[in-house]
T-cell receptor
Framework: DGGITQSPKYLFRKEGQNVTLSCEQNLNHDAMYWYRQDPGQGLRLIYYSQIVNDFQKGDIAEGYSVSREKKESFPLTVTSAQKNPTAFYLC????????????FGDGTRLSIL | SQELEQSPQSLIVQEGKNLTINCTSSKTLYGLYWYKQKYGEGLIFLMMLQKGGEEKSHEKITAKLDEKKQQSSLHITASQPSHAGIYLCGAVGFQKLVFGTGTRLLVSP
């Protein structure tokens, strides 16, 4: 079955450490997205990519980095510059046309040790 | 930038009762998505509304888009425990969605 796979489900980060969250999709979607969800704040866009080898900053990109070397993969790195990384991270994908829904993975919960 | 406000923020209803969740936009709505999220999981797409006055239904969930009011409502008829979760609206923008803060629904037996 087609879908989006995020791994790991739970992740712990030590102070000063970079961590990478994986997102893989087999829906043949061109566009992929990373969101951060905090309690009571809904979803905020971190980065998005409309096509391979291209990506744009979202609303809260500081302290994060991404790459898009393959259509199927859009990993997110949470760097040590992100001072408050504890959150639930969601990856999504869609066809890049305007009225197509985004499909979401099951999320990764990141916590600080 | 566009902002979406959802009301109520949380809701507890008795099983079998009807309920309505509202999503109000600070700017014109060109299209709106409704998603449901179970606690600690990803979002599940429910439906999308594109035109003013449009109404769509999926099982016991109905959503409407009022373009003039820049608002959408989601109505659940005869709520069941399976309806519990967080409901989020998302406004269609250029290349991305803007999401509301969500409405947390609990259904008591």
């Amino acid at each position: 079955d087609g879908g989006i796979t995020q791994s790991p489900k739970y992740l712990f980060r030590k102070e000063g450490q970079n961590v990478t969250l994986s997102c893989e999709q087999n829906l043949n979607h061109d566009a992929m997205y990373w969101y951060r969800q905090d309690p009571g704040q809904g979803l905020r866009l971190i980065y998005y990519s409309q096509i391979v080898n291209d990506f744009q900053k979202g609303d809260i990109a500081e302290g994060y980095s991404v790459s898009r070397e393959k259509k199927e993969s859009f990993p997110l790195t949470v760097t040590s510059a992100q001072k408050n990384p504890t959150a639930f991270y969601l990856c999504a994908s869609s066809t890049p046309t305007r009225y197509q829904p985004q499909h979401f993975g099951d999320g990764t919960r990141l916590s600080i040790l | 930038s566009q902002e979406l406000e959802q009301s109520p923020q949380s809701l507890i209803v008795q099983e079998g009762k009807n309920l309505t969740i509202n999503c109000t936009s600070s700017k014109t709505l060109y299209g709106l998505y409704w998603y449901k999220q179970k606690y600690g999981e990803g979002l599940i797409f429910l439906m999308m509304l594109q035109k003013g006055g449009e109404e769509k239904s999926h099982e016991k969930i109905t959503a409407k888009l009022d373009e003039k009011k820049q608002q959408s409502s989601l109505h659940i008829t005869a709520s069941q425990p399976s309806h519990a979760g967080i409901y989020l609206c998302g406004a269609v923008g250029f290349q991305k969605l803007v999401f509301g803060t969500g409405t947390r629904l609990l259904v008591s037996p």
